[in-house]
């Protein structure tokens, strides 16, 4: 474990599709204070399983930051400046999260990108994400960041079509994926989360999602 924590991890890039890259161990050096600042923002609003506009109480525990978070509620999916757990606002995006994400999205060729949204994502061992597009964002210019911490998850990356051919690509802990352009309307899941121990996260997985989930000023 303490050689996996100091191993020098020099970030590489890995091709995906047209728009879409691995940015590999991107976020290495960062994870721990990415994952202190999930445990500030888990403390304003907490880990909660939504339960989906079909009544599907979901196995990813999600909370969010940023001036919008996604969430659901009995007609569909929304984003919202409150968390409707509270009532409040969601707790802003933490500097170190902005910062890392405005990084990746100029190493992945997006440097106009300005999140107003993270969706903070926990996987518990068999939680997992259906194949699903990102398509709740009224600009689809804008691509999205995902930040993968913790235990390691095998990422489904298809096509704009459900039963296009599948991708399956492990994501390890300081991986960050970017998708845009041709690809942002692509398919994408993640496979039941097979239990572990990392040293960071003990028995889960996070998963940060940043978007422009609002338009730009
Ligand atoms: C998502 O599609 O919202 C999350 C993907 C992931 O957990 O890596
Ligand atoms: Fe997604």
């Given at each position: 474990m303490m050689l996996d924590l100091f191993a020098d991890a020099e970030p590489w890039q890995e091709p995906l599709a047209s728009g879409a890259v691995i940015l590999r161990r991107?976020?290495?050096r960062e994870a721990p204070s990415l994952i202190e600042a999930i445990a500030a923002v888990a403390a304003q609003s907490p880990f909660r399983q939504m339960v989906t506009p079909g009544g599907y109480t979901m196995s990813v525990a999600m909370t969010n930051c940023g001036q919008l978070g996604w969430t659901t509620?009995?007609?569909?999916y929304l984003y919202s400046p409150v968390d409707p757990l509270t009532g409040r606002r969601w707790p802003p995006l933490p500097e170190v999260f902005t910062s890392l994400c405005h990084r990746a999205?100029?190493?992945?060729?997006?440097?106009?990108?300005?999140?107003d949204a993270c969706l903070i994502n926990r996987y518990a061992p068999g939680s997992k994400l259906s194949l699903h597009q990102d398509k709740d964002e009224p600009d689809l210019r804008a691509p999205i960041v995902s930040v993968s911490l913790g235990l390691p998850a095998?990422?489904?990356f298809g096509g704009l079509r459900r039963n296009d051919p599948l991708k399956r690509l492990l994501l390890e802990h300081g991986d960050v994926v970017v998708w845009g352009g041709e690809s942002r309307l692509f398919y994408h899941g993640i496979q039941p989360l097979k239990a572990g121990f990392h040293p960071l996260t003990a028995d889960?997985?996070?998963n940060l999602t940043f978007r422009q989930a609002g338009k730009k000023e």
């Open positions: 991107f976020a290495f509620d009995q007609h569909g999205a100029i190493a992945a060729g997006y440097a106009d990108f300005q999140p095998i990422f489904q889960c997985r996070y």
